[in-house]
């Protein structure tokens, strides 16, 4: 699909606000496929679809998850990780885009996972690190991704749980196995 088409198409699902950050991670999810060899449409595709749930309500959301049989682990969870696995479905049913890696990257936006793909993290990353996003550290972010892809998913899992203890709320298992994941294999390479 072209970029133009599919930025029209998710317009319509975001605020201006929204769809700003969508620019912003498609252009950065760009920069770091061209860095590091990976797919630079599937990149473009993914950042731009990536969010094109985040205004579906709740209870549609919720359905789903049940409907399709997704994790539901999820159910437990906050409500703003759901975006990303029912982001992928209506992605797929809705847009019509059925490339796996695509749909995969936009599944794991948010919760990250054990044993992430090299296109999984650079949209994870990219959202994290966009033009757009403003917060205590986001430049240290931004310096490791021009040099080390892991080592700054690895920064970005570690401030988001960070975060997430600070407000006193629970954090998804997945995140945290992202977070084990890239500590033992750089403790594999250092011993
Ligand atoms: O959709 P975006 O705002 O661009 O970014 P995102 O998909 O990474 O979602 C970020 C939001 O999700 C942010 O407010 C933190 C929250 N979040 C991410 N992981 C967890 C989480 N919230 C809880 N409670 N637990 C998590 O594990
Ligand atoms: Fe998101
Ligand atoms: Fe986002």
Redesign the pocket.
């Known amino acids: 699909m072209e970029r133009d088409k599919a930025l029209q198409i998710v317009k319509e699902q975001l605020t201006e606000r929204?769809y700003l950050?969508t620019i912003g991670?498609m252009e950065t999810a760009i920069e770091l496929a061209q860095n590091y060899n990976e797919d630079e449409k599937k990149a473009e595709l993914a950042a731009i679809f990536?969010?094109y749930a985040?205004f579906r309500p709740a209870d549609e959301m919720k359905q789903i998850i049940i409907e399709q049989n997704m994790d539901n682990r999820l159910l437990h969870?906050?409500v703003?990780?759901w975006?990303?696995p029912v982001g992928a479905y209506l992605v797929k049913t809705e847009v019509g885009i059925k490339d796996e890696d695509i749909l995969d990257a936009i599944k794991f936006?948010?919760?990250g996972r054990e044993n992430m793909n090299k296109l999984e993290k650079i949209i994870?990353l990219a959202?994290?690190i966009e033009p757009g996003r403003q917060f205590p550290g986001v430049d240290k972010a931004r310096q490791l991704a021009k040099t080390d892809l892991d080592e700054a998913v690895l920064y970005a899992a570690k401030h988001?749980i960070e975060?997430?203890l600070s407000k006193d709320?629970?954090?998804?298992p997945?995140?945290f196995a992202l977070y084990n994941d890239l500590i033992m294999k750089k403790e594999g390479k250092q011993l």
Request: charged residues 20%; glycine residues 0%; aromatic residues 18%.
């Open positions: 929204r950050h991670v990536h969010d985040k969870y906050h703003e990780l975006h990303a936006h948010t919760s994870y959202d994290y988001t975060f997430l709320q629970s954090i998804f997945d995140t």
